[in-house]
């Protein structure tokens, strides 16, 4: 199982981007799907979650401005980011929740990561 994260580069404050993430290989189902971000410096914190079921739940900081989506028939999860400040500069992470055909358990998956930099 893999994740292919895209979507990142260099965008003004104030400016939008889109980040997807997809997931390949066995799956039989991907549950809670995240999105992660780790800035220069400091620890990889929480941005954004959704549930098989579509339930989200976001980090304060980014509340009212990023919108976390999923399409589960593509197994692929989705970031919108607007309104984009420079403190919003990271390096994000998809992850998702993952049982593979054949398994019981679900294990943790991560993607490769994709830089976002909000400068003017």
């Known amino acids: 199982v893999q994740l292919q994260a895209s979507g990142g580069g260099l965008v003004q404050p104030g400016g939008s981007l889109r980040l997807s993430c997809e997931a390949s290989?066995?799956?039989?189902?991907?549950?809670?799907m995240n999105w992660y971000r780790q800035a220069p410096g400091k620890q990889r914190e929480l941005v954004a979650q959704?549930?098989?079921?579509?339930?989200?739940n976001y980090a304060g900081s980014v509340k009212g401005r990023f919108t976390i989506s999923r399409d589960n028939a593509k197994n692929t999860v989705y970031l919108q980011m607007n309104s984009l400040k420079p403190e919003d500069t990271a390096v994000y992470y998809c992850?998702?929740?993952?049982?593979?055909?054949?398994?019981?358990?679900?294990?943790?998956?991560w993607g490769q990561g994709t830089l976002v930099t909000v400068s003017s």
């Open positions: 959704i549930t098989y079921g579509g339930s989200t």
């Open positions: 992850n998702a929740d993952i049982v593979r055909h054949g398994f019981y358990l679900a294990h943790d998956y």
């Open positions: 290989g066995s799956i039989f189902k991907i549950n809670t």
